[in-house]
Nanobody, 114 residues
Framework: QVQLVESGGGLVQPGGSLRLSCAAS????????MGWYRQAPGKQREQVAT???????TYADSVKGRFTISRDNAKNTVFLQMSSLKPEDTAVYYC????????WGQGTQVTVSS
């Protein structure tokens, strides 16, 4: 059974930083491209960042230069380091493979507000 468990969200002031983690089980983690996605209130879920099996990364234009995705294949975990956070980064953040074929986890709420 596939499980994707996100953690690390919270309330942070504009300009602050957070590090999200996603622990995956039930999948061949090291063989999959992993991605972080987010869904803001009233908006569709969007892809934020991806990392392939070789460690090559891609980012949405809105987060490029501020977010960094990484992975630890030994721990079946993918990370998202977020810095210079903006109010528009407020969303529930999820991880999944790319494309997102598995059921979504519960996500982790990130709120950027002063």
């Amino acid at each position: 059974q596939v499980q994707l468990v996100e953690s690390g969200g919270g309330l942070v002031q504009p300009g602050g930083s957070l590090r999200l983690s996603c622990a995956a089980s039930g999948i061949a983690f090291r063989l999959n491209v992993m991605g972080w996605y987010r869904q803001a209130p009233g908006k569709q879920r969007e892809q934020v960042a991806t990392i392939n099996t070789a460690g090559t990364t891609t980012y949405a234009d809105s987060v490029k230069g501020r977010f960094t995705i990484s992975r630890d294949n030994a721990k079946n975990t993918v990370f998202l380091q977020m810095s210079s956070l903006k109010p528009e980064d407020t969303a529930v953040y999820y991880c999944n493979i790319v494309p997102p074929l598995y059921a979504w986890g519960q996500g982790t709420q990130v709120t950027v507000s002063s």
